[in-house]
T-cell receptor, first 113, second 113 residues
Framework: TQLLEQSPQFLSIQEGENLTVYCNSS?????LQWYRQEPGEGPVLLVT?????EVKKLKRLTFQFGDARKDSSLHITAAQPGDTGLYLCAGVDRGSTLGRLYFGRGTQLTVWP | DADVTQTPRNRITKTGKRIMLECSQT?????MYWYRQDPGLGLRLIYY???????NKGEISDGYSVSRQAQAKFSLSLESAIPNQTALYFCATSPASGANVLTFGAGSRLTVL
């Protein structure tokens, strides 16, 4: 059973378009992280959201944590080829004293020039 | 030098061979992890260690073993490799406190023929 469902699994768009990636769960998380992974490299943290309803912006990327802390979204405005990569969400288990991370399966984004 | 270094980066081996993947870190983090990444399945946790004397099984530990030789070193072994262990393996670290943000190595690609 996948704790975190990401959608879409694949996204292929033209430079300049906007897009949104979703990360959904029936579980409540104490925080949620977004990572980006490029070919030949490990995932790199983009942002952590902690408070329900929180919105964080990182240049053209906007991250939102749902009010109930069960879901999150990543919106990219005016995508560029450099945004190409695998985007992973990861939730920190609210019920775990050890703070276990659970990853979604990822969204593979390709931005064409 | 990278904060988290994995060796080897690529390895091709045959069924039944013993394989060791090594990980060393300069982050000074107490917690270390081994993940496996397969296309469409995301990152799955194999083993994790919260300090030198602590070893815990993750979601998919069967067929794998680990050794935490020091705070900075965490190795993953496949005692008798099989083809379905062909995957990209990542080592990661995190601090003992805070939001459990992971720092990943660049990955070790293992092919079992």
């Amino acid at each position: 059973t996948q704790l975190l469902e990401q959608s879409p699994q694949f996204l292929s768009i033209q430079e300049g378009e906007n897009l949104t990636v979703y990360c959904n769960s029936s579980s409540v998380f104490s925080s949620l992280q977004w990572y980006r992974q490029e070919p030949g490299e490990g995932p790199v943290l983009l942002v952590t959201v902690v408070t329900g309803g929180e919105v964080k912006k990182l240049k053209r990327l906007t991250f939102q944590f749902g009010d109930a802390r069960k879901d999150s979204s990543l919106h990219i405005t005016a995508a560029q080829p450099g945004d190409t990569g695998l985007y992973l969400c990861a939730g920190v288990d609210r019920g775990s004293t050890l703070g276990r991370l659970y990853f979604g399966r990822g969204t593979q984004l390709t931005v064409w020039p | 030098d990278a904060d988290v270094t994995q060796t080897p980066r690529n390895r091709i081996t045959k069924t039944g061979k013993r394989i060791m993947l090594e990980c060393s870190q300069t982050k000074g983090h107490d917690r270390m992890y081994w993940y496996r990444q397969d296309p469409g399945l995301g990152l799955r946790l194999i083993y994790y260690s919260f300090d030198v004397k602590d070893i815990n099984k993750g979601e998919i530990s069967d067929g794998y073993s680990v050794s935490r030789q020091a705070q900075a070193k965490f190795s993953l072994s496949l005692e008798s490799a099989i083809p379905n262990q062909t995957a990209l393996y990542f080592c990661a670290t995190s601090p003992a406190s805070g939001a459990n943000v992971l720092t990943f190595g660049a990955g070790s690609r293992l092919t079992v023929l």
